[in-house]
């Protein structure tokens, strides 16, 4: 069985205002013991997954790029040392403040060939709304030293943010293409709940605005079409032959593992992840415990309901004959109301449909009726 | 037996909070009806939505007992509801006294609702005992109480007793004038039975229950009574009296206040007003006065979540058990579903109706706006009635349409009387008599077309008069008017919900209002939504609803797919809440906002 890899480090030097996902400023002492945690849930679970072989192979966080390169060679060795790994794609995330060449060449040695960037903005006003701890120059510089060591590098944009303007957007996207990146996530702002950001929302500070967001994401979608790379998913766009294999696992519904703290997993059948206190995580498997939680498993139609919701988000779209196949349903007959109430927004064909590109930005709408 | 010479039946008159209720629950401790540690303050009024309105629905009657130099009287203190919708109901509970506590606020003087209330009772020829309440407040003016009582009803005040129901003081003054002031009841109990049916009510055990003051002669267990306007018959299996709980006893006769239970299954077979005797020796003087009551206002009442409709279903039914007034038939509206048109005495009927359906009952409901009923003439030379809008008939079919008006009484301090003035004018009002019953207090007279009261008169009246000036209101006829269906599209296609009937001079404002607020209240949608307002196919307001460029490309996060799925499923079953009009979705909220638009 072909599966992904996810591994979790949840440390970042600062907590960016927008992020409601796990992440600390801990120890080095916490660190070490996480990472002691984490190599004994990657011989445990690798007993598990005797028979995968592991595609592909992704470090996100939190900030992968803040251990050290013994530290994250530690890591790396042992998924090696453990899993029975055939890698098409090895990616780790990288924040602006924290990657360095050793660091970078480390990553090389060990059979890393993707870099992701999270570079969020070039301006500095924006990165400081944000939170993030960079500046324009040092974003700009960690993508220059990546492309120096990589083929293939992606930067996250994080684009809808109140204050921003269509035309510091479009600078950062031809600055970042200038460099040589090969792949780009531009993500729309949301303001989570428990976030910094929500507070100052809640207070009156600033105000988001749907219309400018869409505006934004038309004109990155633009630009990136002009400069050669192509949208494969709602907010993923590559150039030819460098979309990312381990983000597309998501939407194929292909299984993946995930380790550390509030990773995620799927096995095909069930979804489970582990608990997102880290303390919690480290003492469990320092007893010898899994540290996972929320274990379910799927029923038809969840099933059904993520098969939809995750290939309409892509370029691919879904695939009618083989969903009725496989669900032994009609969907073209039991939908037949909402895909008519929604046929504008869709590409129906040769028993494929998929999302109109000019109607990307209201997927959620368009799709929460098909499913 | 108790001879009649030592029973007295009484009421209480009085204005919200100035004080029945808590007077009520001072006389019912003062005599040992009930122990202090039973006392739930406002014991008479038992539902929450009255405690919490501090206003009476449903009548309550208490009997206690008071000794008055050696001998023991037979107290009946029956409640009665103190609001303008119900002014029949208080009228029926009046023809069941000889006398009436008319309880004055000492710090704000007589109101409006508590004048209505008193001709009420001086029409049915009770002997008016005036009370002067909250005598313990700082700003208490009893002395200019009294005076006012005299100069605007014309009654004595000069002895009437000061207390207060709150402190407890004054309390056994009081028992004791009600003794000596108000007449005993006159009555035969050898003369057929002859009883008053002045409340009813729906006991899951018992069925349908009577409340009722006993003219002549008596009942007990195992006679066999018949309703005099229907002549239905049923057998007696329990009579008792309120204490303020149901308490059996073996007979009911002249003079008493009790109940009457006999296995009856619906309300409407002990309609209020209906006189209650033996079938196999009638009364040959059943009491006069009794009238169906006719509903005023109707609204459709819809679940906002379309497959609740059988719990609607349920609901209304159980309701209608407990209130004959309320009236309601299934109704049909594209933009809702299915759902029921229901008749309400008033306003506040309409508003207690609602509330009790989503407490009780835990619904969630769309309500349309309240109509009345029109007389619409038909070139054919028929004469249909309208309340829904959407039966009107196509303009050209119709000669001419009559609204129902209303005789309007608008008490107030004088320097509201030209806001008054003016909101009555806005209003279609037509100006009667303005008097000055003394220098704090003038009394308006309009005539004013219901479907406008119905609206946001009172809204309008409270805010304009910082609360000040109060309403009542009777309908006195029909009068011709030039009125038009305002219909509402929404990209298009006609919203059967959000039609309203209105005076044409009125339309185009209204229409502009509705609009805007329709603007606000739908959400955002794939496309450009035009909301237009119109008047026989002729649009008279505009306003679009932008199309939604965005919604969340958020990131879906190291494969949580989870929350993303999550989100998606929240917002499909926000859609449930939607009604689809064509191609627009249109939340449950949006036809309410236009229930209350300032135009």
Redo the contacts between chains.
């Keep these: 069985m072909d599966i992904s890899l996810y591994v979790h480090i949840p440390f970042c030097k600062k907590k960016c205002r927008y992020c409601d996902f796990v992440s600390l400023n801990s120890s080095d002492e916490f660190i070490e013991r996480y990472l002691r945690a984490l190599e004994a849930e990657t011989v445990a679970r690798s007993k598990e997954y005797k028979n995968a072989k592991i595609k592909t192979l992704y470090f996100g966080g939190g900030t992968p790029s803040l251990l050290t390169a013994r530290q994250f060679l530690r890591i790396s060795d042992a998924i090696k040392n453990n899993f029975d790994i055939d890698l098409v794609e090895t990616t780790v995330e990288c924040n602006p403040e924290s990657v360095s060449e050793e660091k970078l060449i480390a990553y090389k040695n060990a059979g890393v060939d993707r870099i992701s960037v999270g570079v969020q903005s070039l301006d500095n006003g924006i990165l400081r709304f944000l939170g993030r701890i960079h500046d324009r120059e040092a974003a700009i510089n960690a993508v220059k030293l990546a492309v120096k060591y990589f083929d293939n590098v992606s930067c996250d944009l994080i684009i809808g943010v109140p204050g921003e303007s269509v035309f510091s957007v479009l600078n950062s996207v031809d600055v970042l293409c200038g460099e040589g990146i090969t792949h780009i996530s531009a993500y729309g702002l949301k303001i989570e709940e428990g976030t910094v950001l929500y507070d100052m929302q809640t207070a009156g500070m600033f105000e988001t605005d749907d219309d400018f967001a869409a505006d934004v994401y038309d004109a990155v979608c633009a630009r990136l079409r002009d400069k050669g790379f192509h949208r494969y998913e709602i907010s993923n766009f590559a150039k030819a032959g460098f979309e990312s294999a381990h983000n597309k696992c998501y939407w194929k519904r292909t299984p993946y593992l995930g380790l550390g703290a509030a990773a995620y997993s799927f096995d095909g059948f069930s979804r489970f992840n582990n608990t997102e206190n880290v303390t919690l995580y480290a003492e469990k498997l320092e007893s010898g415990i899994l540290a996972e939680v929320n274990r379910a498993t799927l029923s038809k139609e969840d099933a059904m309901t993520e098969t939809v919701m995750l290939s309409l988000r892509t370029e691919g779209g879904l695939d009618v004959k083989s969903f009725n196949e496989k669900f032994g349903c009609d969907f073209m007959r039991d939908k037949a109301e909402a895909l008519e109430k929604n046929r504008r927004f869709l590409q129906i064909e040769n028993n494929n449909i998929k999302l109109n590109k000019e109607y990307y930005y209201i997927s959620n709408s368009i799709i929460s009726d098909l499913i | 037996m108790f001879d009649n010479s030592k029973i007295r039946n009484f009421c209480i008159i009085a204005h919200i909070d100035h004080g029945k209720s808590t007077l009520a629950d001072r006389l019912i401790e003062s005599t040992d009806t009930v122990s202090k540690r039973d006392m739930e303050e406002q014991l008479l009024d038992n539902m929450d939505i009255e405690r919490e309105r501090g206003i009476t629905i449903k009548l309550q009657t208490c009997r206690m007992f008071y000794e008055y130099r050696g001998e023991e009287y037979m107290l009946n203190l029956i409640d009665t509801p103190g609001h303008v919708d119900f002014t029949y109901e208080v009228s029926r509970s009046l023809a069941a006294c000889e006398g009436a506590l008319l309880v004055v606020d000492a710090t704000q003087g007589i109101e409006a609702q508590t004048l209505t209330n008193v001709y009420l009772a001086l029409d049915h020829d009770l002997e008016i005992l005036p009370v002067i309440n909250k005598i313990d407040l700082q700003s208490a003016n009893p002395e200019g109480c009294k005076q006012e009582i005299e100069d605007v009803i014309g009654l004595p005040a000069d002895d009437a007793p000061l207390i207060s129901a709150k402190e407890g003081i004054g309390i056994s003054e009081l028992l004791e004038r009600i003794i000596t002031d108000l007449p005993a009841p006159k009555g035969n109990a050898d003369e057929p039975l002859r009883a008053l049916i002045f409340d009813s009510f729906y006991d899951n055990y018992k069925g349908a229950i009577s409340m009722v003051r006993v003219g002549d002669g008596r009942v007990k267990v195992g006679d066999k009574i018949k309703m005099v306007s229907t002549g239905k018959v049923f057998d007696v299996t329990e009579v008792g009296v309120f204490t303020p709980s149901a308490t059996p006893v073996d007979e009911l006769y002249a003079g008493m206040v009790g109940y009457i239970s006999a296995s009856i299954k619906n309300v409407r077979d002990t309609a209020v007003g209906d006189t209650i005797t033996l079938a196999d020796n009638p009364t040959k003087n059943p009491y006069d006065g009794y009238k169906k009551i006719t509903p005023m206002v109707f609204a459709g009442i819809y679940p906002a979540d379309g497959s609740k409709y059988n719990d609607l279903k349920d609901a209304l039914e159980k309701l209608q058990l407990n209130d004959a007034s309320l009236m309601f038939e299934p109704e049909v509206s594209t933009a809702l579903g299915f759902g029921y048109r229901c008749g309400f005495l008033g306003l506040l009927h309409m508003e207690i109706i609602e509330e009790r359906l989503e407490r009780e009952f835990d619904l969630d409901l769309v309500t349309t706006a309240p109509s009345v009923n029109y007389k619409v003439k038909l070139t054919s030379g028929e004469e249909i009635t309208v309340s829904n809008p959407t039966h009107l008939p196509a303009p050209d079919r119709i000669e001419y349409m009559e609204e129902p008006v209303v005789k309007a009484e608008i008490y107030t301090p004088p320097e509201y009387v030209g806001a008054i003035m003016e909101l009555c004018q806005e209003k279609r009002g037509v100006y009667k008599d303005l008097s000055y019953l003394d220098s704090s207090r003038s009394k308006l007279l309009y005539e004013i077309p219901l479907n406008e009261i119905i609206y946001d008169f009172f809204d309008a009246l409270k805010s304009r008069t910082r609360g000040y000036a109060s309403l009542d209101y009777e309908i006195i006829g029909y009068k011709k008017s030039d009125l038009v269906k305002l219909d509402m599209l929404l990209n298009g296609e006609m919203c059967d919900a959000l039609s309203t009937i209105v005076h044409r001079d009125k339309a185009y404002a209204r229409g502009r209002a509705i609009a805007e607020k329709l603007k606000d209240a739908i959400p955002?949608?794939?496309?450009e939504i035009p909301v237009q307002a119109c008047i026989g196919g002729k649009v008279i307001a505009r306003e679009t609803v932008?199309a939604?460029?965005?919604?969340?490309?958020?990131?879906?996060?190291?494969?949580?797919?989870?929350r993303?799925?999550k989100?998606?499923?929240k917002?499909?079953e926000g859609?449930k809440r939607m009604r689809q009009v064509g191609?627009v979705s249109v939340p449950s909220e949006a036809f309410m906002s236009i229930l209350k638009i300032d135009s």
Excluded: P
């Design positions: 955002r949608q794939q496309f932008k939604v460029r965005k919604d969340v490309l958020a990131k879906c996060y190291g494969g949580d797919i989870t993303k799925k989100l998606l499923e917002q499909k859609k191609s």
